[in-house]
């Protein structure tokens, strides 16, 4: 080999190494960075995403449980009150005297009505089957008053309905 | 004349300088290449990412909501609970007060407030009035205050009792 091919071999070497370096520093480093940034986001982000999906997962889980154990008294609570259906449903087990609205008051999640329920029977019995199979909307209160007059059993109570609030 | 020697073209780099930019373009495609894949990868996560990052937005709304449902759902139980509660409380409460009464003293009135019960009836005496009657309401009532009216038929009595739980 002769001395100018040498020469000229250490010269492409050097442009080669040069090139590479600058090469390897402008574009290749940049792209290698980007994609890394990219990937080291997307892994975290697909750890977020497992860890929202199992809590979603598990508020599923719990909400259809919730809503399978509560289906048989939720229906009362959603239903809008019916003044007919609850004197039915007095007159089923006593002799209705009178019903009066003595409060209606909205809160946050249902609004509840009081009533005023003056009623006759032979039997505290009746009042007995009638507070049992009162629906699970309905809460009897105090005072609870009974006066035994000309062979009947005069009773009066309260009664709260509470409905939810439908939005 | 005729010559054996043909004319060569004079290339414009010689074999060595050929090889040396066949390599050097070898070198710098695949750097280019390899940028280009990372490049692309890049914007692959990138997109991917977005997707990911909008599906979570989206799970963790879906959570807010079920978690408010649940919320709302675990209240209206639990005064489903609370109402159920009351109402069996009331009547067993109620139950137990006529199943207290002996069946010599007949009952003219009964209110039961939250914290106190009254009852107005008769006796044939005070004996039996003080045996029967208020030694089983004094299991479940504290304090009692009783007046006597006489008439006919023995006693009148009014009697007003403090409950001892709290109701």
Redesign the interface.
């Known amino acids: 080999m002769t001395k100018k091919?040498v020469i000229?071999?250490f010269i492409?070497f050097i442009?080669?190494m040069i090139?590479?370096y600058l090469?390897?520093i402008f574009?290749?480093t940049p792209?290698?960075k980007?994609?890394q940034?990219?990937?080291f986001?997307?892994t975290q982000?697909?750890i977020?995403?497992n860890k929202?999906?199992n809590?979603?997962n598990k508020?599923?889980v719990?909400?259809s449980y919730?809503?399978n154990?509560?289906s048989s008294?939720?229906a009362?609570?959603h239903t809008k009150f019916d003044k007919n259906r609850i004197v039915d449903y007095i007159n089923k087990y006593m002799t209705l005297i009178s019903i009066k609205e003595i409060d209606n008051k909205k809160f946050n999640?249902?609004t509840k009505k009081v009533f005023l329920i003056k009623a006759k029977t032979n039997t505290?019995i009746s009042?007995?089957k009638f507070?049992?199979h009162?629906d699970?909307?309905?809460?009897?209160k105090?005072?609870?008053?009974?006066?035994?007059q000309d062979g009947n059993l005069y009773i009066a109570f309260r009664l709260e309905f509470?409905s939810?609030n439908q939005k | 004349m005729y010559s054996f020697v043909y004319v060569k073209k004079k290339k414009l780099f010689n074999e060595?300088?050929r090889l040396?930019l066949i390599?050097?373009s070898i070198?710098?495609l695949i750097?280019?290449l390899?940028?280009?894949i990372?490049?692309y990868?890049?914007?692959i996560?990138?997109q991917?990412?977005k997707y990911?990052?909008s599906?979570?937005l989206q799970?963790?709304k879906?959570?807010l909501n079920?978690?408010n449902?649940?919320e709302?759902?675990?209240?209206?139980?639990n005064?489903?609970l609370?109402?159920?509660a009351?109402?069996d409380m009331?009547?067993s409460f109620?139950?137990n007060i006529?199943d207290l009464v002996p069946d010599e003293i007949f009952?003219?009135?009964?209110?039961?407030?939250?914290d106190k019960l009254y009852i107005y009836g008769f006796t044939p005496s005070k004996e039996i009035y003080n045996k029967k009657f208020l030694v089983s309401f004094n299991h479940i009532f504290n304090q009692n205050k009783t007046n006597f009216y006489r008439n006919k038929y023995g006693y009148f009595f009014e009697t007003r009792f403090r409950i001892k739980e709290d109701?």
């Open positions: 091919v000229r071999n492409f442009f080669f090139l590479f090469l390897l574009v290749l792209s290698l980007k994609y940034k990219s990937k986001e997307y982000n697909l977020t995403f929202v999906q809590e979603l508020k599923l719990e909400f919730l809503t154990e509560t008294f939720m009362f609570l999640i249902f505290p009042l007995y507070i049992y009162l699970k909307n309905i809460n009897i105090y005072p609870i008053k009974f006066d035994y509470f939810i | 060595n300088i040396w390599f050097i070198v710098v750097m280019l390899f940028s280009f990372l490049l990868k890049a914007k996560y990138s991917d990412n990911i990052i599906k979570i799970e963790k879906q959570i079920l978690k449902k649940i709302l759902i675990k209240k209206e139980k005064l489903a609370e109402i159920k009351n109402n009331i009547n109620i139950q006529f009952l003219k009135k009964v209110i039961i407030q939250k109701r």
